[in-house]
């Protein structure tokens, strides 16, 4: 059993950066694929970023290219957003989650999530 917590979400104005942590317990994710995604007012959960277990494989939405990195750090069990440049239409609830197999959009694939933590940008 895995538990996530995001944590970093906040207020903050067009053009700036946020860097969320995802913090895992109950078990190491050493051996996980970690997902990012988000879900605005009214829209359904979208894929925002993954990283394999190793690191290795990493993939984005188009998106969110160059504004967005997800890394991931085994020490400590966590597994962080940074976020540049945000823009009014990043404004969401983002979500973390664990899956057993590597994937990229497939929200099904995923056996563990966060709470999510809520990421608003003013323009």
């Known amino acids: 059993q895995v538990q996530l917590v995001e944590s970093g979400g906040g207020l903050v104005q067009a053009g700036g950066a946020l860097r969320l942590s995802c913090a895992a317990s109950?078990?190491?994710?050493?051996?996980?694929?970690m997902g990012w995604f988000r879900q605005a007012p009214g829209k359904d959960r979208e894929f925002v970023a993954v990283i394999s277990g190793t690191g290795y494989r990493i993939n984005y939405v188009d998106s969110v290219k160059g504004r967005f990195t997800i890394s991931r750090d085994s020490a400590k069990n966590m597994v962080y957003l940074q976020m540049s440049s945000l823009k009014p239409e990043d404004t969401a609830v983002y979500y973390c989650a664990a899956a057993r197999v590597y994937s990229t959009v497939g929200l099904t694939s995923y056996d563990y999530w966060g709470q999510g933590t809520q990421v608003t940008v003013s323009s």
């Open positions: 109950g078990r190491t994710i050493s051996n996980y694929a």
